[in-house]
């Protein structure tokens, strides 16, 4: 018997593709929001007349925010229905993104930006739940494909519409720019998200959701200062603990937890969460360490640093728009296990020898982004395999969660090893040539959790 094939090679019906383009521009809120902060947080901290560390609360609030309320998102569509909390979302992110553009004081500032940050938590999962409910199980993966080009394009438009936006206009226009963005996408969702009947579920679980939350919330801010110590590290040592917590409560809780860990039974979604995990590592690990490598090392000019950095992005992109026409031909393991040495292959092309010369290098980042890109595209969609309609508010979360934690534990990663003497290549920044390596490493681990083929039968 042959194994089976990447569902890749359904096409989406017209009425498809429009509700992936509606919710393509809601996703489009927090990917745009996240570009034009950081460009801006400089100009906000020299008119609010605080420091940069005050200022860095901009960003680390609307994360932890972000990351507390990712699950309560199965419950609330459980409770309200998809749509109905797709709708909410866009709303108080509109909300906070007026508050942010009125804000005379950081604080006041702060404040907005947590309630964005809710509302980005619980949007992000809740997006996925109406892909895969809407659209359907056997479509996820041409429908991700889709909805992938704005995660690939915003990162690249975003700093040259904040660059103009913060030339003619003062700061607060970047929180302005959110507002027309916010409308359409709330008319459209409106108009097109098709209903969904809410499964009434009364029961919040409030321990697990104060558990889970504050674990996130405490172990990404933990990650994120890995290199401090003080407050981020009693945080970080008190998320591990509400973890184990939560770990506890959830088995006794079973169905009626906060987010299903029984999910992790099912061979399937086991091993998409796994290799979402490790192949989030590798992305979110490799876009810092090549800020790093390219940028400050000082070998590059700042507009080749950019190019390079930019061509990860158009490697996930073109390999996500090839991976229908591979996948009819190809079974799943064997474009994951290709995806896995694209990508390792593309990150030696950035390692010494190599890295002297431009052209590979360029050959490494579109490989490795191209690789990294696809991998992920699997993780997501397979993870919905064999799941019953009650089960998936309970994936995207729990998917999201993993992607989230990949996202910290990778940068958490570069920063520590890049700061620590160790082995050292010239062409290298200090610390830089080990991070690379375990960066690699992981790519390989990737191999260990990525689909098997399946077993003949006789």
């Not at 959701?209 to 405490?218: E, F, Q």
């Not at 397979?382 to 940068?411: D, E, K, N, V």
Request: aromatic share 6%; charged share 10%.
């Amino acid at each position: 018997m042959k194994a089976a094939h990447v569902t890749a090679g359904v096409a989406l019906s017209r009425a498809d593709r429009t509700i992936a383009w509606t919710l393509v521009l809601g996703a489009t809120l927090p990917l745009l929001d996240a570009t034009l902060l950081n460009i801006a947080i400089h100009g906000i901290g020299r008119s609010l007349a605080v420091s940069l560390p005050l200022m860095q609360w901009v960003i680390t609030a609307y994360a932890l925010a972000a990351a507390a309320t990712v699950p309560l998102s199965a419950w609330l569509c459980e409770r309200l229905g998809a749509k109905t909390v797709w709708l909410a979302c866009l709303w108080i992110f509109l909300a906070g993104a007026c508050l942010c553009g009125l804000s005379w004081t950081v604080e006041m500032l702060i404040g907005s930006r947590v309630l964005q940050g809710m509302a980005t938590g619980v949007m992000l999962p809740t997006m996925q739940t109406i892909l895969v409910t809407a659209i359907g199980r056997k479509k996820t993966r041409s429908a991700l494909t889709l909805m992938s080009i704005p995660s690939v394009v915003v990162p690249i438009l975003g700093p040259l519409i904040g660059g103009a936006a913060l030339q003619l206009l003062d700061w607060r226009a970047i929180f302005w720019l959110h507002v027309p963005i916010s409308l359409l996408s709330i008319r459209f969702a409106s108009q097109l998200i098709p209903d969904m009947a809410a499964a009434q579920r009364t029961a919040l679980d409030a321990t697990g959701l104060l558990l889970l939350s504050s674990s996130l919330a405490g172990c990404i801010y933990g990650l994120s200062a890995a290199r401090s110590t003080g407050l981020p590290l009693i945080s970080g040592a008190a998320g591990l603990v509400a973890l184990l917590a939560f770990l506890m409560h959830a088995s006794r809780q079973r169905e009626n937890a906060i987010v299903d860990l029984r999910l992790f039974a099912i061979r399937p979604f086991r091993r998409s969460s796994g290799l979402l995990l490790l192949s989030s590592v590798a992305y979110y690990g490799g876009l810092l360490l090549f800020s790093l490598y390219f940028i400050e090392d000082g070998r590059l000019g700042l507009t080749i640093a950019g190019a390079l950095l930019a061509l990860q992005g158009v490697g996930m992109l073109l390999a996500r728009q090839l991976l229908p026409m591979v996948a009819r031909h190809c079974s799943e393991f064997r474009v994951a296990q290709s995806c896995i040495l694209m990508a390792v292959s593309g990150s030696i092309l950035l390692l010494p020898p190599f890295a002297y010369d431009l052209v590979l290098m360029a050959v490494g980042m579109l490989l490795r982004g191209a690789g990294i890109g696809v991998l992920t595209l699997l993780s997501m969609s397979s993870a919905y395999t064999g799941l019953s309609s009650a089960q998936i508010p309970h994936a995207s979360s729990l998917t999201r969660i993993m992607t989230l934690a990949g996202s910290a534990i990778g940068t958490a990663l570069v920063a520590v090893l890049s700061a620590t003497p160790g082995v050292e290549s010239e062409g290298a920044t200090p610390g830089g040539f080990s991070a690379h390596l375990v960066l690699i490493l992981t790519l390989l681990l990737c191999g260990a959790v990525c689909p098997k083929p399946a077993r003949p039968t006789s």
